[in-house]
């Protein structure tokens, strides 16, 4: 897999199956961290098909996804129907986040679950103008992977190899020193390493590691 190919192509190939690519639940890890906060405004990057931000709607947010795939918002959509959640609470569009320019103060949450690539995503760049798009109070809330799941081969997912770039895992803190925000108008709150358990694909079970970064708008 080359960096030089096509997002939007590679991500259409992705869902392109006639089964969806995830299990529709919400990331147990971004559910913790958001849990209890009162309902506003939140987007979702790369909502994929739409397992977050159903859950969010269902907690009473007025909840978008963005995603690149037309073929992930199309079933992002179809699941939030099923659930009977009209497009006042959950809301989908299809989106290149590379061009996206939200209003500045527009929402009150930011959600990143997962937001990685291995072909083209200038993604701090991208973090950092959704962190603009909080309110004051608001929060930005990243997931990444920190490791590879036990049952990967390790050269699956870090540096470079005949097939091209891998996915960069992050700590937390590596996350927030990417992103190098301003201090004087936002606030770390969380930065840390997180264990869930999961199944690989092969009925395997194991712990995955995740790093979760919470940061607040200040000003």
């Given at each position: 897999?080359?960096?030089?190919?096509?997002?939007?192509?590679?991500?259409?190939?992705?869902?392109?199956?006639?089964?969806?690519?995830?299990?529709?639940?919400?990331?147990?890890?971004?559910?913790?961290?958001?849990?209890?906060?009162?309902?506003?405004?939140?987007?979702?990057?790369?909502?994929?098909?739409?397992?977050?931000?159903?859950?969010?709607?269902?907690?009473?947010?007025?909840?978008?996804?963005?995603?690149?795939?037309?073929?992930?918002?199309?079933?992002?959509?179809?699941?939030?129907?099923?659930?009977?959640?009209?497009?006042?609470?959950?809301?989908?569009?299809?989106?290149?986040?590379?061009?996206?320019?939200?209003?500045?103060?527009?929402?009150?949450?930011?959600?990143?679950?997962?937001?990685?690539?291995?072909?083209?995503?200038?993604?701090?760049?991208?973090?950092?103008?959704?962190?603009?798009?909080?309110?004051?109070?608001?929060?930005?809330?990243?997931?990444s992977h920190?490791?590879?799941?036990?049952?990967?081969?390790?050269?699956?997912?870090?540096?470079?190899?005949?097939?091209?770039?891998?996915?960069?895992?992050?700590?937390?803190?590596?996350?927030?020193?990417?992103?190098?925000?301003?201090?004087s108008a936002?606030?770390?709150?969380?930065?840390?390493?997180?264990?869930?358990?999961?199944?690989?694909?092969?009925?395997?079970?194991?712990?995955?590691e995740d790093?979760?970064?919470?940061?607040?708008?200040?000003?």
């Amino acid at each position: 897999m080359s960096s030089e190919e096509d997002p939007l192509a590679h991500w259409e190939q992705r869902y392109a199956g006639a089964e969806p690519v995830w299990s529709g639940r919400v990331n147990p890890t971004l559910a913790a961290a958001v849990a209890g906060l009162p309902p506003g405004r939140s987007v979702d990057l790369g909502c994929g098909e739409g397992g977050d931000v159903i859950w969010l709607a269902q907690q009473g947010w007025q909840a978008l996804g963005l995603d690149l795939s037309p073929t992930a918002v199309a079933r992002a959509r179809e699941a939030a129907s099923a659930r009977e959640l009209g497009p006042g609470s959950a809301r989908f569009e299809q989106c290149d986040l590379s061009a996206w320019e939200p209003d500045e103060a527009s929402y009150d949450l930011v959600t990143a679950s997962f937001f990685h690539s291995r072909v083209a995503l200038d993604r701090t760049r991208i973090l950092r103008r959704a962190a603009r798009a909080l309110a004051p109070e608001g929060l930005l809330v990243v997931v990444s992977h920190a490791a590879p799941p036990p049952w990967a081969q390790a050269h699956d997912h870090e540096g470079s190899g005949p097939t091209g770039p891998r996915e960069q895992m992050l700590t937390a803190q590596d996350e927030a020193d990417e992103l190098a925000l301003d201090p004087s108008a936002w606030a770390v709150e969380v930065a840390e390493q997180r264990e869930r358990e999961a199944d690989g694909p092969d009925r395997q079970h194991g712990h995955l590691e995740d790093s979760l970064l919470i940061v607040r708008r200040t000003a």
